[in-house]
């Protein structure tokens, strides 16, 4: 059997006095992961601490499987080291961000930004992959316009291409589909759950949108306050 | 294969630049409150340098300036000529015989005469040659301006130098022909003049003491000793700033000296004067530069703190966060410098049009060496780095997350 392709146990970290937990999190390769709970539960502070972007306070295990080497990647090491270089590179490297809002460079038109994770790797500007993707959302048209000249939903779109262009093992992406109408929303979550599992990209996703989630069969990660009420611990929903 | 390169420096100065064009009326402001600075500071200075260097230069096209006149007659060997010659900051010397001795009578004809014209030894060097003339050599000797106009002779006519001496109650004249090789320039001596090599001089001096002289026309008599002793020196010093001590040297020596030092600490003077208003005016102005830079910096990297934290969610590195930062400020720092050397180009031609009409031609009131600019240029590019940097310090420890959220 394949490793998973992340492995995590027991990460947390507290706001304040309220503490977020995830006890055990994996994900194999193409398979994709929503994170659902209440409004301010933090979900999105998950998903940083997953993201290398937010240093949790307790984390026992953290590992990225390593396609050629043998062992997996030790990330734990790493954030308790507070590697911030290394982290940096490593989200730059293996790591594909959806921000909820599109998070589209104002300076560089769409296909700048689409290629801009490719160039800070010294890859071409356009791989196959990326073309297809650019014809499939059609983003064709828009390439030569400004994210100031786009909808919302084609700044999500854009977005979304920029994230696995790289072709990334982990796409993290935070409500994407939050600003979009119903028709919108699903479009591209369908697009997401594909692309993810066509090119066996791990994907996790925060949303809120559990008609969405089911009717796509997306397996789901649910917030549910701790005991007392001081915190939320995430599970597999069952 | 997973690619391990990080981000180069090229991707990030292309991205800079191209914020800054996106931007490009905040980056125009920047721009134009750099000019404001840069160009007046450098028309400033540019003046300061070329009117000091025009009083300077005018000093040293009166080779006067450079003089150090020995007064009185005193008794030099060769081994204190060499001592004066090992000085630092000397010119030129150049042995001289008594006062007395240094006159001569030139004619052309009947007519054309000048009594008592001063002879002055001259030889390779010499500050009254200017950089054009040949020194005089055997009997190929050199006018002053004066003395050419009254003889009415020019370069290649011959004259005849006399001297008179009183010899047994007989009043003899030695006589020699010459040829005029040249005429000096009227600013070099203003009396009539005749350079000529040492050994006339000397030759004259001997002549006058009763010796036979047969380049005088008088073989007969006691042939002169060898000539060990001097009674005076034409002494010049390398630069304006090498006569003052050269005279303080001599005086050392119990020698009283005669120079224009006044001219000279006058010059110096306005030179002092000039760059302390110069200091005061600069550094206000590099003040009131840095302060509206580091405001417009700050500024523009709270506006952008979403792309800055954007940039290291991708995956910059916090340091190359700093540096797109401080590539900004440098290239608008070099932008800015452009333009304000252009102002500078502008202004200054300005000002020699007008205020140097009353120059000679290549004359100029305001003028900068490329020394200058660069130093100009690699100070506003630190200054800019350097305020840059404070902002930059900020921009690293923007987190990552902050473009995730609440957008």
């Given at each position: 059997?394949?490793?998973?392709?992340?492995?995590?146990?027991?990460?947390?970290?507290?706001?304040?006095?309220?503490?977020?937990?995830?006890p055990?999190?994996?994900?194999?390769?193409?398979?994709?992961?929503?994170?659902?709970?209440?409004?301010?539960?933090?979900?999105?502070?998950?998903?940083?601490?997953?993201?290398?972007?937010?240093?949790?306070?307790d984390?026992?295990?953290?590992?990225?499987?390593?396609?050629?080497?043998?062992?997996p990647?030790?990330?734990?090491?790493?954030?308790?080291?507070?590697?911030?270089?290394?982290?940096?590179?490593l989200r730059?490297?293996?790591?594909?961000?959806v921000?909820?809002?599109?998070?589209?460079?104002?300076?560089?038109?769409?296909?700048?930004?689409?290629?801009?994770?490719?160039?800070?790797?010294?890859l071409?500007?356009?791989?196959?992959?990326?073309?297809?993707?650019?014809e499939?959302?059609?983003?064709?048209?828009?390439?030569?316009?400004k994210?100031?000249?786009?909808?919302?939903?084609?700044?999500?779109?854009?977005?979304?291409?920029?994230?696995?262009?790289?072709?990334?093992?982990?796409?993290?992406?935070?409500?994407?589909?939050?600003?979009?109408?119903?028709?919108?929303?699903?479009?591209?979550?369908?697009?997401?759950?594909?692309?993810?599992?066509r090119?066996?990209?791990?994907?996790?996703?925060?949303?809120?949108?559990?008609?969405?989630?089911?009717?796509?069969?997306?397996?789901?990660?649910?917030?549910?306050?701790?005991?007392?009420?001081?915190?939320?611990?995430?599970?597999?929903?069952? | 294969?997973?690619?391990?390169?990080?981000?180069?420096?090229?991707?990030?100065a292309a991205?800079?630049?191209?914020?800054?064009?996106?931007?490009?009326?905040?980056?125009?402001?920047?721009?134009?409150?750099?000019?404001?600075?840069?160009?007046?500071?450098?028309?400033?200075?540019?003046?300061?340098?070329?009117?000091?260097?025009?009083?300077?230069?005018?000093?040293?096209?009166?080779?006067?300036?450079?003089?150090?006149?020995?007064?009185?007659?005193?008794?030099l060997?060769?081994?204190?000529?060499?001592?004066?010659?090992?000085?630092p900051?000397?010119?030129?010397?150049?042995?001289?015989?008594?006062?007395?001795?240094t006159?001569?009578?030139?004619?052309?004809?009947?007519?054309?005469?000048?009594?008592?014209?001063?002879?002055?030894?001259?030889?390779?060097?010499?500050?009254?040659?200017?950089?054009?003339?040949?020194?005089?050599e055997?009997?190929?000797?050199?006018?002053?301006?004066?003395a050419?106009?009254?003889?009415?002779?020019?370069?290649?006519?011959?004259?005849?130098?006399?001297?008179l001496?009183?010899?047994?109650?007989?009043?003899?004249?030695?006589?020699?022909?010459?040829?005029?090789?040249?005429?000096?320039?009227?600013?070099?001596?203003?009396?009539?003049?005749?350079?000529?090599?040492?050994?006339?001089?000397?030759?004259?001096?001997?002549?006058?003491?009763?010796?036979?002289v047969?380049?005088?026309?008088?073989a007969?008599g006691?042939?002169?000793?060898?000539?060990?002793?001097?009674?005076?020196?034409?002494?010049?010093?390398?630069?304006?700033?090498?006569?003052?001590?050269?005279?303080?040297?001599?005086?050392?020596?119990?020698?009283?000296?005669?120079?224009r030092?006044?001219?000279?600490?006058?010059?110096?003077?306005?030179?002092?004067?000039?760059?302390?208003?110069?200091?005061?005016?600069?550094?206000?102005?590099?003040?009131?530069?840095?302060?509206?830079?580091?405001?417009?910096?700050?500024?523009?990297?709270?506006?952008?703190?979403?792309d800055?934290?954007?940039l290291?969610?991708?995956?910059?590195?916090?340091?190359?966060?700093?540096?797109?930062?401080?590539?900004q400020?440098?290239?608008?720092?070099?932008?800015?410098?452009?333009?304000?050397?252009?102002?500078?180009?502008?202004?200054?031609?300005?000002?020699n049009?007008?205020?140097?009409?009353?120059?000679?031609?290549?004359?100029?009131?305001?003028?900068?060496?490329?020394?200058h600019?660069?130093?100009?240029?690699?100070?506003?590019?630190l200054?800019?780095?350097?305020?840059?940097?404070?902002?930059?310090y900020?921009?690293?420890?923007?987190?990552?997350?902050?473009?995730?959220?609440?957008?």
């Amino acid at each position: 059997m394949t490793p998973p392709l992340l492995h995590i146990e027991n990460l947390a970290i507290h706001r304040g006095t309220y503490r977020i937990l995830l006890p055990r999190l994996s994900l194999a390769r193409g398979e994709v992961a929503a994170i659902t709970g209440a409004s301010g539960c933090g979900k999105s502070t998950l998903l940083e601490m997953i993201g290398l972007i937010l240093r949790p306070e307790d984390l026992d295990r953290y590992e990225l499987d390593e396609r050629d080497a043998g062992a997996p990647l030790d990330i734990a090491a790493l954030l308790r080291a507070d590697r911030q270089a290394r982290l940096a590179d490593l989200r730059a490297q293996r790591l594909g961000f959806v921000p909820q809002s599109g998070g589209l460079l104002p300076f560089l038109d769409v296909r700048q930004n689409i290629a801009l994770p490719r160039r800070m790797l010294g890859l071409p500007a356009g791989g196959e992959r990326v073309e297809e993707a650019v014809e499939r959302l059609g983003l064709r048209p828009l390439l030569h316009k400004k994210p100031a000249q786009l909808s919302i939903g084609e700044r999500q779109r854009a977005s979304f291409v920029r994230a696995i262009a790289h072709e990334p093992d982990l796409l993290l992406a935070d409500e994407p589909t939050a600003a979009l109408d119903p028709f919108q929303a699903r479009r591209l979550f369908e697009l997401i759950v594909e692309t993810s599992q066509r090119l066996r990209i791990a994907t996790l996703l925060v949303s809120h949108d559990w008609g969405l989630l089911r009717d796509c069969a997306i397996r789901r990660l649910v917030g549910v306050p701790e005991d007392g009420g001081g915190g939320t611990v995430f599970r597999d929903a069952a | 294969m997973r690619p391990d390169a990080r981000p180069g420096w090229g991707l990030l100065a292309a991205l800079a630049s191209r914020d800054l064009w996106h931007d490009r009326q905040v980056s125009l402001c920047i721009v134009a409150a750099l000019v404001a600075v840069i160009a007046p500071l450098l028309l400033l200075f540019g003046l300061k340098h070329g009117v000091v260097l025009q009083l300077r230069g005018e000093l040293l096209d009166d080779p006067r300036n450079l003089e150090i006149r020995l007064l009185g007659n005193h008794d030099l060997d060769r081994a204190w000529f060499a001592h004066l010659a090992a000085q630092p900051g000397v010119g030129f010397v150049m042995p001289l015989t008594r006062s007395l001795n240094t006159q001569a009578d030139l004619a052309r004809d009947s007519q054309r005469f000048v009594a008592d014209a001063e002879v002055i030894p001259s030889g390779p060097g010499d500050p009254l040659l200017g950089t054009r003339l040949a020194p005089p050599e055997g009997d190929r000797v050199l006018l002053s301006a004066s003395a050419a106009r009254r003889l009415e002779v020019g370069a290649g006519e011959r004259i005849r130098l006399a001297v008179l001496r009183k010899l047994d109650g007989n009043s003899e004249r030695g006589q020699r022909e010459l040829t005029v090789a040249g005429v000096l320039p009227e600013t070099a001596f203003s009396r009539p003049a005749l350079l000529v090599p040492l050994d006339l001089l000397v030759a004259m001096e001997d002549f006058r003491d009763g010796f036979a002289v047969p380049a005088l026309g008088f073989a007969a008599g006691r042939a002169p000793p060898p000539r060990e002793r001097y009674a005076r020196a034409r002494v010049y010093a390398g630069s304006l700033d090498d006569v003052a001590p050269l005279a303080a040297w001599l005086e050392g020596q119990r020698i009283e000296t005669g120079t224009r030092l006044r001219e000279i600490e006058s010059v110096k003077a306005v030179d002092r004067v000039l760059g302390l208003i110069f200091a005061v005016i600069a550094w206000t102005a590099a003040i009131g530069c840095v302060a509206s830079l580091a405001g417009a910096f700050l500024a523009n990297i709270d506006r952008k703190r979403k792309d800055l934290a954007l940039l290291r969610l991708l995956g910059f590195r916090r340091i190359a966060v700093g540096a797109y930062v401080m590539v900004q400020a440098a290239l608008l720092t070099s932008l800015a410098f452009a333009l304000g050397y252009l102002a500078y180009l502008a202004g200054s031609t300005v000002f020699n049009r007008a205020l140097g009409a009353n120059l000679a031609a290549d004359a100029f009131v305001c003028r900068l060496e490329n020394l200058h600019i660069l130093l100009a240029f690699a100070s506003a590019l630190l200054i800019a780095i350097l305020v840059a940097a404070v902002g930059g310090y900020r921009a690293i420890h923007i987190q990552p997350a902050e473009s995730l959220r609440d957008l």
